[in-house]
């Protein structure tokens, strides 16, 4: 009776490990779509974003060490599609798998207005954020400026256009109490006439940190600024690996504070500056040109 009770119990788990993340087709994602009528172009469009699994609810991210608590507003793609985003849709270089990705839920992401928030994990060490009050931010802008500017060489030999920091989009700001810290860069790409935003979100934990990255075009600040704090909130340490859980005696102090993080060290390998390259790579500007009012035409949206 015992084994029969814990083959019970672990049924039960494993039934509510399931259910706390939900994995839908395009078709269940998207129930207003017309599927209906749509042209031989516009099939082969939403062909492309078909294969993928949209994830709505609770995510624990490769890894185990942090959770997504994303509702139905936004959902998430795993690592493996993720990649597929970031190189055969959006046009970046191949590189390595990241955490996943995030959407708001309205969004397919081949949509010209889409924009989505990027994962990574740098196990850095525990960041120190005693000095988080001390930074003069615009001194640390002109430096990261000057770094932009000295990396367009290497752009330019693997054969993308160059990139300058404009400024900031959202300064920098800190939560002590849920140890988070986000800002936003606005970028100009080279022969790109949009600016391109980059909004960052840092979640310190016990001995690294979650690099949580919005990539967008500098016309939808807005609707990201309007959805950081959901971004921001969403995310979590799962205990043992949070900040408080720090333990002196056995975990690793990194060697960057706040300032570091901002200015990019663990963002040039983990960050993405990606959603301009697809007009520099792919080729895709006038196929995206031909389908910026197609969200229209597929969806029949409820009036709100």
């Known amino acids: 009776m015992g084994y029969l009770k814990r083959i019970s119990a672990l049924c039960g788990i494993l039934f509510l490990s399931c259910s706390m993340a939900q994995a839908k087709s395009l078709e269940e994602m998207f129930p207003l779509i017309e ?3 749509l042209t031989q172009e516009q099939q082969d469009w939403l062909a492309l974003q078909k294969g993928l699994d949209y994830q709505t609810g609770t995510i624990t991210l490769p890894g185990s060490q942090a959770v997504l608590e994303l509702g139905d507003a936004y959902y998430y793609f795993s690592p493996e599609d993720t990649k597929y985003v970031l190189e055969e849709l959006w046009g970046n270089p191949p590189r390595d798998l990241s955490l996943g990705m995030v959407f708001p839920a309205e969004d397919l992401p081949l949509e010209w207005d889409a924009w989505g928030m990027l994962l990574n ?5 525990f960041v120190s954020d005693e000095d988080a009050a001390s930074y003069n931010y615009d001194e640390l802008l002109s430096d990261m400026q000057k770094d932009t500017l000295a990396a367009n060489k290497e752009r330019e030999e693997l054969g993308y256009g160059t990139v300058d920091l404009v400024g900031w989009a959202e300064p920098p700001h800190y939560d002590a109490e849920s140890k988070k810290l986000y800002w936003a860069r606005e970028l100009s790409f ?16 016990r001995k690294g940190v979650l690099v949580m990255s919005v990539i967008g075009s500098m016309d939808q600040i807005d609707s990201i600024k309007a ?4 971004l921001i909130a969403m995310t ?8 408080v859980d720090f333990d002196p005696s056995l975990d690793t102090v990194a060697a960057i504070g706040i300032g570091g993080l901002i200015a990019g060290k663990v963002a040039a390998k983990a960050g993405f500056l990606a959603v301009a390259l697809v007009f520099l790579k792919k080729g895709w500007v006038l196929l995206f040109i031909g389908f910026a009012a197609l969200k229209n035409k597929i969806f029949k949206r409820k009036s709100s």
């Open 35 to 37: 599927f209906d009528g």
């Open 121 to 125: 994990y740098d196990p850095i060490g």
């Open 190 to 205: 080279d022969g790109v006439e949009d600016h391109t935003v980059n909004y960052d979100i840092r979640a310190l934990g």
């Open 227 to 230: 959805a950081a704090p959901d």
């Open 236 to 243: 979590h340490f799962t205990v043992g690996q949070r900040y």
